[in-house]
C-alpha cells in the first residue's frame, strides 16, 4: 500500500479533485498547508512593501494500493496540467491500515 501525496496550489485543487474522481479514486484528503520557494515576492500590505516567502499551497493524499499508483498519479498530473502544471508528487510506503468502523486491515480496509 501506498500515500500519494501531492502538494499544489489551491488554484489547481478542482481540476485535480475531477481527475482523481474520474479516475476512480473517491476518497481523499486535502488540506492546506503552506511552502516556501526559492523566489519571494514583494507584496504591499497597509503601505508597507513586505518580503513574502511562504505561499499558500494545498496537499492532497490518496491511500492506494501498490496496482493502483501509477493510476493516481496520472490521474494527479492531467489535473495540474490543466491548470499550469505546478506541484509536486510525492509516494511513501504505508506500513498498516486500520479501517475503525468494521476493524479491517490491510488493502481491504482501503
Known amino acids: 500500500m ?7 496550489r ?4 478542482p481540476t485535480v479533485k475531477d481527475a482523481l474522481f474520474e479516475a476512480d479514486f473517491q476518497h ?12 519571494t515576492e514583494q ?8 518580503e513574502v516567502s511562504l505561499f499558500r499551497r494545498v496537499r492532497i493524499e490518496v491511500a ?3 496496482a ?6 496520472e490521474a494527479i498530473t492531467r489535473g495540474a496540467k490543466e491548470t ?9 510506503e504505508i ?8 476493524g479491517e486491515r490491510g488493502p481491504r480496509a482501503l
Open 10 to 13: 489551491p488554484e489547481q485543487l
Open 28 to 39: 481523499l484528503t486535502a488540506t492546506s498547508v503552506m511552502g516556501t520557494a526559492p523566489k
Open 2 to 8: 501506498k500515500m500519494v501525496v501531492a502538494v499544489l
Open 64 to 66: 492506494v494500493t501498490d
Open 84 to 92: 499550469g502544471g505546478w506541484g509536486h508528487i510525492f509516494v511513501t
Open 95 to 102: 506500513s498498516e491500515v486500520v479501517k475503525i468502523w468494521t
Open 43 to 50: 507584496q504591499m500590505f497597509r503601505g508597507v512593501r513586505r
Open 68 to 73: 493502483l499508483v501509477e493510476r493516481a498519479i
